[in-house]
């Protein structure tokens, strides 16, 4: 059996080689990454769906790397989970994000709120609290203009502890949403546990998998009871006419997705909120 057990070891080390190696050389790549300046924001605008006005934008990470190129977020965040480097790349989303927003708020004379995206093992840290409130400090950001978006897995790790760290944020003036929603647990009763603001549906709760619209009702009566919880409701990754016709007669608040902007580097927000404001 020993043998055996040798033998399947090596007939897979090669492939196992080559995706540790691949995995390597992404955090090779990852560690200098902030010191060397490869990172970079995007906002995609937030709109009302009543007024179809631009209420908010989320940052998105961005990644050019010297020695990779272009690395998709998605990887980008799971190795810096995996690594602990989130924390260091959390720390400038946030602060580079709060920046950034007090630029475009004073260029252009009108409010507007930027959301960050805060991974699991940020909020987990004992200092993140603090770590906001100098974020707002240092920057001259007005508190109720950022929001911070959770997951729900961040959520329910500890949920006393995290209760109490959530309504430290809240008494700073920051809004707090849960991102992905439709995604993991997906049950409503657990969120009466934390005051949250926001409730961000994932494209998979509104799109099956298959392409079609969920079921009117069910999508209606889940952004009903949201409201009776005083939650607002944002559908993200709308694409197309029919799905933003359906999620405002489902009584939606407020959507995101390529339809009506793709997240954009900030000049390029900058001239596109122009232009929607003066269209
Ligand atoms: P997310 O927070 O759910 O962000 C929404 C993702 O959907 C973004 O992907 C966005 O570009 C994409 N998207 C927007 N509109 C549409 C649409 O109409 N259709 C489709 N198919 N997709 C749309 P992106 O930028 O690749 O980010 C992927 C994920 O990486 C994010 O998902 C978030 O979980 C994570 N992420 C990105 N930036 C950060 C960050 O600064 N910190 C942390 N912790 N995570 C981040
Ligand atoms: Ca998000
Ligand atoms: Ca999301
Ligand atoms: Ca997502």
Same mark, same amino acid.
């Given at each position: 059996?020993?043998?055996?057990?040798?033998?399947?070891?090596?007939?897979?080390?090669?492939?196992?080689?080559?995706?540790?190696?691949?995995?390597?050389?992404?955090?090779?790549?990852?560690?200098?990454?902030?010191?060397?300046?490869?990172?970079?924001?995007?906002?995609?605008? !937030?709109?009302?769906?009543?007024?179809?006005?631009?209420?908010?934008?989320?940052?998105?990470?961005?990644?050019?790397?010297?020695?990779?190129?272009?690395?998709?977020?998605?990887?980008?965040?799971?190795?810096?989970?995996?690594?602990?480097?989130?924390?260091?790349?959390?720390?400038?989303?946030?602060?580079?994000?709060?920046?950034?927003?007090?630029?475009?708020?004073?260029?252009?004379? !009108?409010?507007? !709120?930027?959301?960050?995206?805060?991974?699991?093992?940020?909020?987990?840290?004992?200092?993140?609290?603090?770590?906001?409130?100098?974020?707002?400090?240092?920057?001259?950001?007005?508190?109720?203009?950022?929001?911070?978006?959770?997951?729900?897995?961040?959520?329910?790790?500890?949920?006393?502890?995290?209760?109490?760290?959530?309504?430290?944020?809240?008494?700073?003036?920051?809004?707090?949403?849960?991102?992905?929603?439709?995604?993991?647990?997906?049950?409503?009763?657990?969120?009466?546990?934390?005051?949250?603001?926001?409730?961000?549906?994932?494209?998979?709760?509104?799109?099956?998998?298959?392409?079609?619209?969920?079921?009117?009702?069910?999508?209606?009566?889940?952004?009903?009871?949201?409201?009776?919880?005083?939650?607002?409701?944002?559908?993200?990754?709308?694409?197309?006419?029919?799905?933003?016709?359906?999620? !405002?007669?489902?009584?939606?608040?407020?959507?995101?997705?390529?339809?009506?902007?793709?997240?954009?580097?900030?000049?390029?927000?900058?001239?596109?909120?122009?232009?929607?404001?003066?269209?």
């Amino acid at each position: 059996a020993k043998r055996a057990g040798r033998n399947r070891y090596r007939f897979f080390e090669p492939a196992m080689t080559l995706a540790a190696q691949a995995r390597m050389a992404l955090e090779m790549a990852l560690r200098p990454a902030l010191a060397r300046a490869e990172f970079e924001l995007h906002y995609q605008p !937030r709109i009302d769906l009543r007024t179809m006005n631009v209420v908010g934008i989320e940052a998105l990470i961005r990644w050019n790397s010297a020695d990779l190129g272009r690395v998709s977020p998605g990887e980008l965040i799971a190795i810096a989970e995996e690594t602990g480097l989130i924390l260091p790349i959390g720390r400038w989303v946030l602060n580079e994000a709060c920046r950034q927003t007090r630029g475009l708020i004073d260029r252009h004379g !009108r409010t507007i !709120r930027v959301s960050v995206n805060v991974s699991a093992r940020q909020l987990a840290q004992p200092g993140f609290v603090d770590e906001v409130r100098a974020a707002l400090a240092d920057t001259g950001l007005p508190a109720d203009c950022l929001e911070v978006e959770l997951t729900e897995s961040a959520l329910i790790e500890d949920i006393p502890r995290t209760a109490a760290m959530l309504d430290e944020l809240r008494a700073l003036g920051v809004k707090l949403a849960v991102d992905d929603f439709g995604t993991g647990y997906s049950g409503l009763a657990y969120l009466r546990r934390f005051h949250i603001d926001v409730l961000k549906l994932d494209r998979s709760f509104v799109l099956q998998a298959d392409g079609r619209i969920s079921a009117f009702d069910f999508i209606k009566a889940f952004v009903d009871m949201a409201h009776a919880l005083k939650l607002s409701v944002v559908a993200e990754g709308v694409e197309t006419a029919e799905v933003l016709d359906f999620l !405002r007669a489902a009584d939606c608040d407020e959507v995101q997705g390529y339809l009506m902007a793709r997240p954009m580097p900030l000049l390029a927000l900058e001239a596109w909120l122009v232009a929607a404001t003066e269209g």
